[in-house]
């Protein structure tokens, strides 16, 4: 009976939660009396298989309807953002003074060079434009990026400069601007996976303390000549900077 209830909510992409919670319990039920009935306790063998193959393809059509959920999300946010793009690329080049002030998107932070974010001092070392091949080395369980699309990674060194402590992946928030104007880092099609020497591998930093890691991000492949980084404190876009990739 779970079986089929979890079928009839596993057909529809929303409910998709319902379907594969209510299969995998199928599962484990017909599991049990199919054990049941190899000790000769139960005599339902058969429909034990049964269930708990149906219990099966709905936990499958569950996953499936997740799937078509998270990506139908994922859509809507990069087309919310395509159509307030322009009016966010004046506001992320205007932010901080005019668009030509170092560290505007006009006016990038060069290779090598630092500049403050927040509680932070920021310098990108270099930028491989196209990390694909090295990120899917690193990794075996690492998956390609999306059509059309390559990993672009950066080997960044941070300082904190605050007062008390500060942790990289807590403090600083890194993404890409495309050159089409399009941000990357934040969505489900963006991660690389498992990166080398990450620099949100590095912990707590006290005052002066300095670490260097690399930071990573699928971007089409489109949109990557004229990308810019784009560094601000976490959860803020106060005090966000521009740095070159080149």
Known sequence: MLAIIALVFGFVPLTGFIA???????????????????????????????????????????????????????????DLESIGGESRNESAQDEGGNANDVGARGNPIPIGETARVGDWEVAFNNTALDATATVLAENQFNDPPADGRQFAMGDVTVAYIGESTGTPWLGLSFKMLGSAGNTFGDGMQDSCGVIPNPIDDHGELFPGAMATGNVC??????????????VEPSFSRDG?????VS
């Open 217 to 230: 991000t699928s971007v089409p492949s489109d949109q990557v000549e004229g990308a810019v980084w784009i």
């Open 240 to 244: 966000r900077v521009f740095f070159a």
């Open 20 to 78: 594969l919670i209510l299969g995998a319990l199928a599962v484990l039920f017909g599991l049990l009396g199919f054990a049941r009935a190899r000790k000769g306790i139960a005599s339902n063998k058969i429909m034990s298989l049964i269930g708990a193959a149906l219990g099966a393809a709905a936990a499958a059509l569950g996953i499936w309807g997740i799937t078509i959920v998270f990506g139908a999300f994922d859509d809507l946010t990069r």
